[in-house]
């Protein structure tokens, strides 16, 4: 799918970058000179017309573009087995008994025991894409796992059972 994205240039205050939804709404990103930045919404029958902008301080904006970035990340993943018979991506969650919690992810030895990948844990509202071997678990966490249903089903057990 294309998605229109329209680039304004705002004299002596910086670039407003546009992106228009299917439904021909307007969302507009405002990177002023200053550094400063401004998400905003835009009247449909009016393309000049803000109806509404929100300051965003710099972690105000990283903290959004990574909850963006993780769910398109995650929604791509779940679209797998769609496009790949025999794959298959599931959540699991870390019951909040395990005995994994505390612990590194790498000691779930998740990929040598269940031919299964853990690509993201879902902790709150923050995502953790590609965890590293030495990620921390938390109770809580949600693990997203790609494999074979009988790989996801294993490491299901041994999330549950923990580590031996």
């Given at each position: 799918m294309t998605v229109r994205i329209e680039r304004?240039?705002?004299?002596?205050?910086?670039?407003?970058?546009?992106?228009?939804?299917?439904?021909?709404?307007?969302?507009?990103?405002?990177?002023?000179?200053?550094?400063?930045r401004d998400i905003a919404l835009f009247d449909i029958d009016d393309p000049d017309a803000s109806t509404d902008t929100v300051a965003l301080t710099d972690d105000e904006a990283a903290a959004l573009a990574e909850l963006l970035g993780a769910s398109i990340a995650l929604s791509r993943l779940s679209g797998l087995s769609e496009k790949i018979p025999g794959l298959f991506t599931e959540e699991i969650s870390l019951p909040f008994d395990s005995k994994f919690i505390g612990r590194p992810m790498g000691h779930t030895k998740a990929r040598t025991?269940?031919?299964?990948?853990?690509?993201?844990i879902a902790r709150g509202t923050e995502i953790i894409p590609s965890p590293t071997p030495d990620v921390l678990l938390e109770s809580g966490d949600v693990i997203v796992a790609v494999g074979t249903r009988q790989g996801?089903?294993?490491?299901?057990?041994?999330?549950?059972?923990?580590?031996?």
């Open positions: 304004v240039d705002l004299p002596g205050i910086g670039v407003r970058n546009d992106v228009i939804t299917a439904s021909g709404r307007r969302v507009s990103v405002v990177s002023q000179r200053s550094g400063e025991l269940t031919s299964s990948s853990i690509v993201a996801l089903d294993k490491l299901s057990k041994l999330i549950d059972r923990g580590p031996s």
